[in-house]
């Protein structure tokens, strides 16, 4: 697509009068087949008025029913090439253009890199209060201009008034001034007619006014400062700050920001689900104020609108968010951190699905500014990038004050149901929680799977409850129900087997809550909260019991990987891992890597004060590689066996993977549309070579929400010439195969079940 800039001091004139003007419009729809830019007539009377990125409304269709889109480009009818009659442009929606040409840039790497479309792309850049017609909300205030009141006879009492508004210039409406603080109405009518004071239009922003407590800028150690350094002078601009858990990167991001905003430019904060994150907001909005722009999927859509228009009329220069927050229209942008740079979040799985990393880089290329990632434990391709030389890697090897990481100990439950003990409590782990709650020391217990219990089953069949709807076993709840944690569905769990009419039905495995449950059993003096899925639905509940555990309200905090990251208790001496091997035996070829990052991070959130840490891990499993180099928070060697084996199986970094989805839900039919577009994916992939194409075949969790899945997997070095070409083909046969059928595409997934 060519983005030409036009420029009426130039149009061409024919036989006395200007040439009519056209506009390339996206239509704002989801349907693949108009997933292009369509030609429509700029009306005379709007010539002065359209410009490049406007949304507009225009005629579609049969009916020439009114939707919105917009514009990508404007041309002169000279180039042109107007065979009919073309649909005018029935209104501009805003008088400011919404996409900017670096937008527009963004727009198609989005496609090309993505594969999506290009309203999805746009939907990106852009809040959907726009879309659904959101204006800034603003008030009239009374603003101070002089206070020479010869002009006005019988001054008396004037000069109090006016001395009031200038002191408060710009605060108050004039209903304000008068019912709130007794000022005439006549002497405001009578400052206003001399010009001595105006009423003066102000935006209200909906933001979070909360104060926060003033966060001081901590005295930084010589690694710190030598980091600070490396990265400032740094040629480079895209930088991988590796530190250990505890060692002050959350500082070293402070300084760099404080640098860019004191230069005039703005700069982004990324974390992985804003959420989970309390501490890095109250610190950042404790030392910046209302600088700051948060930005996430908590916010309504007035909320988003408000602090997108603030980041655009540059109200804010930071912007603390989610990835979203990455397409904010931020000015003079100067500086992207990525913080835990290895967490999955930062892939998007609805389309587009753009990896956070990646945009940022382009954008980086696009603005010039800096782009940092910080993780304790940086994702396999993160680190082969810094090693060598694609980035610059700048490294935080020692604790603040030097203090030890904790201890990590590992416990084989396979010895422990030998010696009989059937609790979900290690003998190891149960005695250092009483020994560190007679202490008055404070616990993490970390398991990620929420609920009382993995599973429901039959003993004298083994019969497993599934859902309905989802290829999947339902987790039973200690309210009586089971419940799928993946459609949602709840069912009353039956008192018999409803395959052999048996009373022998029992939950298996642990959840958060039969933790819990186990906890108040052997310790019953032990305070307790938890932290999960169940328990943070409410707006603000992440914070709340963050600052209660912090406030030392509970003796012990249970949770899921929530408990994992952005949390900083410095009485928090222990930390029980109590299923190591949960995420290590999934299929998946990361299992390892993120069972690595996972334990090393949890186990980080011990031995953060003056008191020493431990981590007790239980595995059945203790002689796997990943679970013996995080007991030695050892990356560098983890990294160099994990290494091999991708390079051994062609995994990122060694090739990418390209996985694409079948849903629907006739299951014949989507096995049959499958193995077609199987065929057609290898006759493509055997034209460029060098390929590898696994399936079709059905996924690891065929169903979900009463749709089945199957799914085509390729491997190897392949270009964006061959992506393209793949969807191409998945976008010529949707338009011919069962309607109930739809096919999307991820280029290096998240997960391949």
Request: charged fraction near 30%; aromatic fraction near 10%.
């Amino acid at each position: 697509m060519r983005f030409s800039l036009y420029n009426r001091k130039y149009l061409n004139q024919y036989k006395g009068g200007i040439l009519n003007l056209y506009a390339e419009i996206i239509l704002n729809s989801e349907a693949i087949e108009i997933d292009r830019p369509f030609t429509y007539k700029v009306p005379l009377d709007m010539e002065q008025k359209v410009k490049v990125g406007q949304m507009v409304r225009v005629p579609f269709g049969v009916r020439s029913k009114p939707v919105e889109g917009f514009i990508l480009d404007l041309k002169a009818e000279e180039e042109m090439k107007v065979s009919f009659k073309m649909k005018n442009i029935l209104s501009v929606e805003n008088e400011e253009p919404v996409i900017t040409e670096e937008d527009l840039k963004l727009i198609n790497f989005l496609r090309e890199e993505y594969l999506c479309k290009y309203i999805d792309a746009i939907r990106l850049l852009i809040p959907v209060g726009i879309l659904k017609g959101a204006k800034s909300k603003s008030r009239s205030v009374i603003v101070y201009i002089d206070d020479n009141l010869e002009s006005i006879k019988n001054s008396d009492g004037y000069l109090e008034v006016i001395n009031f508004i200038k002191r408060n210039t710009g605060k108050y409406t004039k209903s304000e001034l008068t019912k709130e603080h007794g000022v005439s109405l006549y002497k405001l009518n009578k400052l206003i007619e001399h010009g001595l004071i105006k009423s003066e239009k102000e935006i209200v922003f909906r933001y979070n006014t909360r104060e926060y407590n003033k966060d001081v800028e901590k005295k930084l150690t010589a690694e710190q400062s030598m980091a600070i350094e490396a990265i400032e002078d740094s040629e480079e601009n895209l930088i991988l700050l590796k530190g250990v858990t505890g060692s002050g990167k959350t500082e070293v991001y402070m300084r760099l920001v404080e640098k860019v905003l004191t230069e005039g430019k703005s700069a982004i904060v990324l974390v992985p689900e804003i959420a989970l994150t309390p501490q890095m907001i109250e610190r950042f909005k404790g030392r910046f104020g209302s600088n700051v722009a948060l930005f996430h999927s908590k916010l309504s859509d007035g909320e988003r609108f408000d602090e997108w228009y603030r980041v655009k009329e540059g109200k804010a220069s930071l912007i603390i968010g989610a990835r979203s927050a990455i397409f904010l229209p931020a000015r003079k942008l100067g500086l992207i951190i990525i913080d835990e740079e290895h967490e999955n979040t930062y892939k998007s799985d609805q389309n587009p699905k753009y990896q956070t990393k990646e945009v940022a880089e382009f954008i980086s290329k696009l603005k010039g500014c800096k782009v940092i990632l910080g993780s304790a434990t940086p994702t396999i391709e993160s680190y082969y990038r810094a090693i060598s030389g694609e980035m610059k890697l700048v490294e935080l090897n020692h604790r603040i004050d030097n203090r030890p990481m904790p201890e990590m100990k590992l416990v084989d439950m396979r010895e422990e149901l030998r010696s009989g003990n059937k609790s979900i409590f290690s003998r190891r782990l149960y005695a250092s929680m009483q020994q560190k709650l007679e202490k008055g020391e404070q616990i993490i217990l970390f398991l990620n799977r929420r609920g009382f219990s993995t599973f429901v089953s039959c003993r004298s069949c083994g019969y497993v409850f599934d859902c309905e709807n989802c290829d999947i076993s339902m987790t039973y709840h200690k309210n009586g129900f089971l419940v799928c944690h993946y459609c949602g569905k709840t069912k009353k769990q039956p008192n018999l087997c409803p395959k052999c009419g048996s009373k022998y039905v029992k939950f298996f495995g642990a959840g958060t809550e039969r933790v819990e449950e186990e906890v108040r059993k052997y310790l019953k003096n032990a305070k307790i909260l938890r932290m999960d899925v169940d328990t943070t639905r409410a707006k603000d509940s992440h914070e709340k019991i963050y600052n209660a555990f912090k406030a030392g309200e509970a003796d012990i905090l249970i949770g899921t990987q929530m408990v994992s990251k952005g949390l900083d208790f410095p009485n928090v001496t222990l930390v029980g891992i109590l299923s190591a091997d949960m995420s290590l035996n999934l299929p998946d070829y990361r299992a390892a890597e993120r069972s690595f990052q996972i334990i090393t991070q949890v186990a980080g959130r011990a031995g953060r004060g003056e008191k020493e840490g431990e981590v007790i891990v239980q595995t059945y499993t203790p002689e796997h590689y990943s679970l013996q180099y995080a007991k030695k928070y050892d990356y560098e060697d983890f990294y160099e066996k994990e290494f091999t084996i991708r390079a051994m199986m062609g995994y990122p970094p060694f090739g990418r993977i390209l996985l694409i989805n079948g849903i629907g839900k006739n299951e014949d039919e989507l096995k049959k549309q499958m193995i077609f577009l199987g065929k057609k994916v290898k006759e493509k992939a055997e034209e460029f070579g060098g390929l590898e194409v696994l399936g079709p075949t059905p996924c690891i969790i065929y169903k979900i929400k009463e749709n089945y899945r199957w799914q085509i997997i390729v491997k190897g070095e392949f270009s964006s010439k061959f992506s393209k070409s793949i969807k191409d083909i998945l976008y010529d046969k949707a338009n011919n195969v069962y309607n109930d059928i739809r096919v999307s595409m991820d280029i290096n997934p998240n997960s391949l079940s």
